[in-house]
């Protein structure tokens, strides 16, 4: 670029090179160098309180120069000045993402999981924050965790819930009954097979992580049913790789109606994260609204649709397994598939209570646990 050249930093127009610490020349826009001066955060609750819609011009330096590995910086008019270490600002140089310790990459397991899926005793995580920086990191990975020893109550699921998140609730309210009930609304509150299904994509936003806390258990049958829909969804993509594309690119519509409410939204079947890798699926036959997309488009996404539907029924993926009275199976619902097999509601008694946290606040759980050095 062309500009005045100042102890090795070239000044231009809108911005200035400087070198950074691995010899190279990194380029900073002004207008981000003065908004992101440490000074414009507040120390104590670290939000941002410089507000630079409340100056007239563009900031221009009266002066830059490099002292003791930072960039100084004064500001024409002002006068502020502006100190960045030049570690700091190399990897925003080119464009990088600010890292994220919660950007794990996700282990993908099948049908012979059950054995190896992680568990956590619940005193024991109301006692150690550093255990449930682990749980939090299993739930990231491997998208599921069980946790053992829950007390007998309704106040048990809040405890083990708030550690991870605030209870989130859905148009379903804060918790939910899975029973038999007199008048059910949906099918989990019969004693039906329940297919396979990810919970709530109704909602514009599908609640994230979803705990189910086994309080009663003496049924015949009844069994719970998972599967890792991105280990699924990678092989689909592998094998059709048109399909797996229509899948991940087109939004479909999703209902629930029942007394008052008529809930809608459109989500893509499978579901990619910020860098293409697949980070879950959206499948709901029962919530699923009439596909209202041209009757030609359709030649080709029903096939798709129906395609990966029965890929999930393979004994490849599914995990049968009986969740037991004090345990609380704690999943990805943007991820992890569930289901149930239908029982003898007459042969005993089969309770469990569910909620959700975000997964937005998962990620935050386990971040604080990186950056308090609880693990590493």
């Given at each position: ?6 102890g ?16 190279s020349l990194g380029y ?7 908004d992101n ?5 507040d ?7 410089y507000d ?7 900031p221009?330096?009266?002066s830059a120069?490099i ?9 024409q ?6 100190r ?10 080119g464009g990088?993402?600010r ?12 049908a012979?999981h ?10 024991a ?6 255990l ?9 990975v ?8 829950m007390?007998?109550?309704d ?7 708030r550690?991870?998140?605030?209870v989130?609730?859905t148009?379903f309210?804060?918790?939910f009954?899975?029973r ?6 949906n ?8 297919e396979?299904?990810?919970d709530?994509p109704?909602e514009?936003l599908?609640?994230?992580?979803q ?7 003496s049924?015949?049958?009844g069994?719970n049913l998972i ?11 592998r094998t059709h790789?048109t ?5 991940a690119?087109?939004?479909i ?11 809608r939204?459109?989500q893509?079947?499978i579901?990619?994260?910020d ?5 879950g699926?959206t ?9 209202d997309?041209p ?8 096939p798709?649709?129906?395609r990966?539907?029965?890929l999930?029924?393979?004994p490849?993926?599914?995990?049968r397994y009986?969740?037991n009275a004090?345990?609380c ?10 289901g149930?097999?239908?029982y003898?509601a ?8 569910g ?20 693990f590493?």
């Amino acid at each position: 670029m062309d500009g005045s050249r100042t102890g090795g930093i070239i000044l231009g127009p809108k911005g200035l090179e400087v070198p950074l610490s691995d010899g190279s020349l990194g380029y900073f826009n002004y207008y981000w160098l003065r908004d992101n001066c440490p000074t414009s955060f507040d120390r104590e609750t670290r939000e941002r309180v410089y507000d630079i819609f409340h100056d007239e011009g563009a900031p221009q330096p009266a002066s830059a120069r490099i002292a003791e590995g930072a960039l100084e910086i004064v500001w024409q008019g002002s006068g502020h000045r502006t100190r960045h270490g030049l570690d700091w600002l190399a990897p925003y140089a080119g464009g990088q993402r600010r890292f994220d310790p919660a950007d794990l990459p996700r282990r993908l397991w099948y049908a012979d999981h059950y054995p190896q899926i992680a568990r956590f005793s619940q005193p024991a995580l109301v006692r150690d924050r550093t255990l449930v920086g682990r749980w939090a990191e299993a739930l990231l990975v491997e998208g599921v965790a069980i946790v053992t020893d829950m007390p007998d109550s309704d106040a048990g699921l809040t405890e083990t819930a708030r550690l991870l998140g605030q209870v989130r609730p859905t148009f379903f309210g804060d918790y939910f009954d899975v029973r038999v009930h007199v008048d059910p609304i949906n099918l989990a509150y019969t004693a039906k097979a329940l297919e396979l299904h990810t919970d709530v994509p109704a909602e514009e936003l599908a609640p994230g992580v979803q705990f189910l806390h086994c309080r009663a258990n003496s049924v015949t049958g009844g069994d719970n049913l998972i599967l890792d829909g991105a280990a699924a969804a990678t092989d689909f993509r592998r094998t059709h790789p048109t399909d797996f594309m229509l899948l991940a690119e087109t939004e479909i519509p999703f209902y629930w109606e029942h007394e008052g409410y008529d809930i809608r939204a459109r989500q893509r079947v499978i579901e990619l994260d910020d860098h293409g890798e697949i980070s879950g699926v959206t499948i709901s036959q029962h919530l699923a609204d009439v596909f209202d997309l041209p009757q030609k488009f359709l030649d080709d996404y029903y096939p798709a649709f129906c395609r990966f539907g029965r890929l999930l029924q393979s004994p490849k993926y599914l995990v049968r397994y009986r969740l037991n009275a004090g345990e609380c199976v704690v999943f990805d619902n943007h991820r992890v598939v569930h289901g149930r097999a239908a029982y003898t509601a007459d042969s005993g008694e089969r309770y469990l209570r569910g909620t959700y946290v975000e997964r937005g606040e998962l990620r935050s759980t386990y971040r604080a646990s990186v950056l308090a050095g609880r693990f590493k």
